[in-house]
T-cell receptor, first 111, second 113 residues
Framework: DAKTTQPTSMDCAEGRAANLPCNHS???????VYWYRQIHSQGPQYIIH???NNETNEMASLIITEDRKSSTLILPHATLRDTAVYYC????????????FGQGTTLQVKP | GAGVSQSPSNKVTEKGKDVELRCDPI?????LYWYRQRLGQGLEFLIY????????KSGLPSDRFSAERTGESVSTLTIQRTQQEDSAVYLC???????????FGPGTRLTVL
């Protein structure tokens, strides 16, 4: 499974866009990029995933570079409730779907 | 609808004792995963069940760890002869067979004294 690299922590002002980067330079052609987040003392929550096209849903947007070596998760209008650890995961090519979590980025949204 | 539930929410045990953790997946979800999360760390995959197929046990850290699942229902994770390094939050997730999203339970916090 491809390894991901994320900044340890980031701050964002409430109401502004939060842009969370992720590097996955060894990603292979059939591997997807997944984003989950974990709010304190809760289980992780799925946000979004993509292969090579940009994706958008009600929670966030995912921008994947053309070479697929990096991606950015965008929370368009961050709120205090978006404070969490955000995990960028490259899903293994097997069909088990098991997720390999790194350390993630701790996003602190400040008023 | 009901999400993934886990019990107990907290478990304190003494070193050397056996513990059993329970996971109730979302009804109809054929895939079930167990993960472990040590304090301040990311999640570590432990084991995966898919229907009646042989489970993927590649993440179990030692033979003290085992898990069972009957059909597509409840799963139990058993840790025998617990050690202090087993202290962690144990998370269960389930996924619909054709889906991409894993739904996580709230976890069981295990403390081994």
């Amino acid at each position: 499974d491809a390894k991901t690299t994320q900044p340890t922590s980031m701050d964002c002002a409430e109401g502004r866009a939060a842009n969370l980067p992720c590097n996955h330079s060894t990603i292979s052609g059939n591997e997807y990029v997944y984003w989950y987040r974990q709010i304190h003392s809760q289980g992780p929550q799925y946000i979004i995933h993509g292969l090579k096209n940009n994706e958008t849903n009600e929670m966030a947007s995912l921008i994947i570079t053309e070479d697929r070596k990096s991606s950015t998760l965008i929370l368009p209008h961050a709120t205090l409730r978006d404070t969490a650890v955000y995990y960028c995961i490259v899903r293994g090519s097997s069909n088990t779907g098991k997720l390999i979590f790194g350390q993630g980025t701790t996003l602190q949204v400040k008023p | 609808g009901a999400g993934v539930s886990q019990s107990p929410s907290n478990k304190v045990t003494e070193k050397g004792k056996d513990v059993e953790l329970r996971c109730d997946p979302i009804s109809g979800h054929t895939a079930l995963y167990w993960y472990r999360q040590r304090l301040g760390q990311g999640l570590e995959f432990l084991i995966y069940f898919q229907g009646n197929s042989a489970p993927d046990k590649s993440g179990l850290p030692s033979d003290r760890f085992s898990a069972e699942r009957t059909g597509e229902s409840v799963s139990t994770l058993t840790i025998q002869r617990t050690q202090q390094e087993d202290s962690a939050v144990y998370l269960c997730a389930s996924r619909h067979g054709s889906g991409d999203e894993q739904f996580f339970g709230p976890g069981t916090r295990l403390t081994v004294l």
